[in-house]
């Protein structure tokens, strides 16, 4: 049993999905912390710093990201120190960018900032995006390596520290919302700092950057980044245009309760998809047709049915799972007329298209077609944004925005099956096969006492 477990812990999807539960639990209780102590108002004003942040990393992350992940996982070892100095030199030139643009509307318009609740965004957002670079982009250089254990070992810190931080917060200190915001800036200044030292953030490479490896990873990067700034204004858009409607900030707070449960349920998905697309891409710069049709369907075959059951446990508990993160302030109060359960399994009954969804994107990417996964994202995103300004700002009902995202992930899924069908004829036939083959493999490592190698490569 015991080398049956240690076979389990070293294959590398244990390992990416280690991270992103570990870290979705910390961040669970981290936010039910935060829901707990801090009022509607100021709760909603940290939802939308954290929110809008993640928005403002995908942009920076979309440029070189993907391109850096499809381009490392295909290159050499004489290729990747240039690759990787040439994708932070990207990364630098977006962060300095975004850091004067965000610095400068909020030297501008500081007061009508400030009213709808976004003044803790500009204020000290321009600082983390300096203070978390070094840490993401070592993450970002792993997950081409398809080195999840150094991801784990980064995450856990991250996650870690905050929790401690919070437990101090919540018993001790009684923190201001701001106190709260600058202790979480030096958090993520430590992890940095943490990797330039352990040589993980690949800022040693920076002057291997060559204008070739630029305007490659760039002519890719220009396409991804708004695959990525979609895919995340798809979770965040919801929080974005309810902020700004009459429906104010107390529905900011209500309505990032389901959020966080969904973003739960994601956890698998997301962390299956970062190991997929390195390899997808692999086999696609050799031209193994074969090779990507079988991890496709496999993927996607696996994932589907794994969203079967979670999609089905969450309905079964789902006020119970409400009640734990938020306690009875919004399963019971009622707040704008919404009931908070039906709402939450609306927005989990999506669950069940977004493997499909997620894959084709991921498929299209690693094929090099990013400009028709970016038409993809941006279709969708029309899609939610009008769905929502119609739910908001004239039915004024949180209900009908959850049913707006069930809508949009429908046309993600129509499209991602339609673009992909000349490079991955999707069998239906095979996601089955292909799925039950991931179960029948995991049965196999839990109960052979074979030791498996590790899936992956040290590579320094």
């Known amino acids: 049993m015991y080398k049956a477990i240690k076979n389990i812990t070293k294959e590398m999807n244990f390992l990416s999905l280690s991270g992103y539960v570990l870290v979705a639990c910390f961040g669970l209780v981290n936010f039910a912390l935060l829901a707990r102590y801090f009022a509607p108002q100021d709760f909603a004003k940290w939802v939308i710093f954290i929110s809008s942040g993640t928005l403002v990393e995908m942009i920076i992350k979309g440029i070189m990201s993907n391109a850096l992940i499809r381009f490392l996982s295909g290159s050499d070892h004489q290729e990747k120190p240039v690759l990787i100095g040439s994708g932070i030199v990207i990364g630098l030139l977006s962060s300095l960018s975004i850091t004067c643009l965000l610095v400068l509307c909020y030297t501008l318009f500081k007061d009508s900032i400030d009213a709808v609740g976004y003044g803790a965004f500009f204020a000290y957002y321009p600082y ?50 701001e106190q709260l915001i600058w202790s979480y800036l030096l958090i993520n200044l430590g992890v940095s700092l943490f990797c330039i030292v352990k040589g993980w953030s690949g800022i040693q490479y920076i002057f291997k950057a060559q204008k070739k490896s630029i305007a490659t990873l760039f002519n890719f ?78 993927y996607t075959g696996g994932l589907s049915f794994l969203f079967i059951l979670i999609v089905g446990l969450l309905f079964t508990f789902t006020e119970p799972l409400i009640q ?52 993809k994202v941006g279709i969708m995103l029309v899609s939610n944004i009008v769905g929502d300004l119609i739910a908001v700002f004239v039915f004024q009902s949180l209900i009908l925005v959850a049913v707006a995202t069930i809508l949009f ?31 029948k493999k995991i049965g196999i490592m839990m109960t052979t006492l074979k030791p498996v190698k590790p899936s992956y490569k040290d590579e320094k």
Request: hydrophobic residues 50%; proline residues 3%.
């Open 128 to 177: 983390l995006i300096w203070l978390n670079f070094s840490w993401n982009t070592a993450i970002i250089i792993f997950r081409a390596k398809l080195r999840f254990d150094h991801i784990l070992t980064i995450k856990v810190l991250n996650s870690v520290s905050f929790f401690v931080v919070l437990i101090l917060h919540y018993f001790y200190f009684n923190w201001t919302l």
């Open 221 to 298: 990067g220009k396409h991804s980044v708004f695959t990525s700034l979609g895919a995340n204004l798809l979770r965040n858009s919801d929080t974005i245009i309810i902020s700004l409607s009459p429906l104010g900030t107390t529905a900011v707070a209500l309505y990032s309760i389901p959020l966080k449960i969904v973003q739960f349920m994601q956890i698998p998905l997301i962390s299956f998809t970062v190991t997929a697309f390195p390899k997808m891409s692999k086999a696609s710069i050799q031209q193994n047709t074969s090779k990507l049709h079988t991890i496709f369907h496999q």
């Open 324 to 375: 734990l993160i938020s306690g009875d302030q919004y399963l019971n109060q009622q707040l704008l007329d919404v009931d908070v359960v039906i709402l939450t399994k609306i927005l989990i009954a999506y669950g069940l298209l977004l493997p499909t969804e997620k894959m084709t994107g991921i498929a299209l990417d690693s094929v090099n077609k990013p400009q028709k996964n970016a038409l």
């Open 409 to 439: 992930t429908l046309i993600g899924f129509i499209l991602g099956v339609h673009y992909l069908k000349s490079d991955i004829q999707i069998s239906w036939s095979h996601l089955v096969s292909g799925g039950l083959s991931v179960f």
